[in-house]
Nanobody, 122 residues
Framework: QVQLVESGGGLVQAGGSLRLSCVASGSIFSIYTMGWYRQAPGKERELVAAITSGGSTNYASSVKGRFTISRDNPKNTVSLQMNSLKREDTAVYYC????????????????WGQGTQVTVSS
């Protein structure tokens, strides 16, 4: 089994910063793309940022220039530095990772964390 555990959410004023972290643990052979998604009340879950094992990144247009995703491959962690936060960034943020558990696995399986709440007040 593979577990993703997020930390770092909370309440912050608009214009402030937060840093989210996620660590993957369990039966892991290789981790491919890792990312952060978010889901606001009444809205669908959306990609915020993703990073490949080689360090290539992809961001939602709404967070470009404000959020930075990074990862530490030996530690199986991915982080999201969020600056200049806006009220519309308020959501539950989910860590995501594509993982193979053994050398015999086929395509990687997608795992999710339990989510961490980020609330931005005006």
């Amino acid at each position: 089994q593979v577990q993703l555990v997020e930390s770092g959410g909370g309440l912050v004023q608009a214009g402030g910063s937060l840093r989210l972290s996620c660590v993957a643990s369990g039966s892991i052979f290789s981790i491919y793309t890792m990312g952060w998604y978010r889901q606001a009340p009444g809205k669908e879950r959306e990609l915020v940022a993703a990073i490949t094992s080689g360090g290539s990144t992809n961001y939602a247009s709404s967070v470009k220039g404000r959020f930075t995703i990074s990862r530490d491959n030996p530690k199986n962690t991915v982080s999201l530095q969020m600056n200049s936060l806006k009220r519309e960034d308020t959501a539950v943020y989910y860590c995501n990772a594509y993982v193979t558990r053994t050398v015999l696995d086929g395509p990687p399986y997608q795992y999710w964390g339990q989510g961490t709440q980020v609330t931005v007040s005006s």
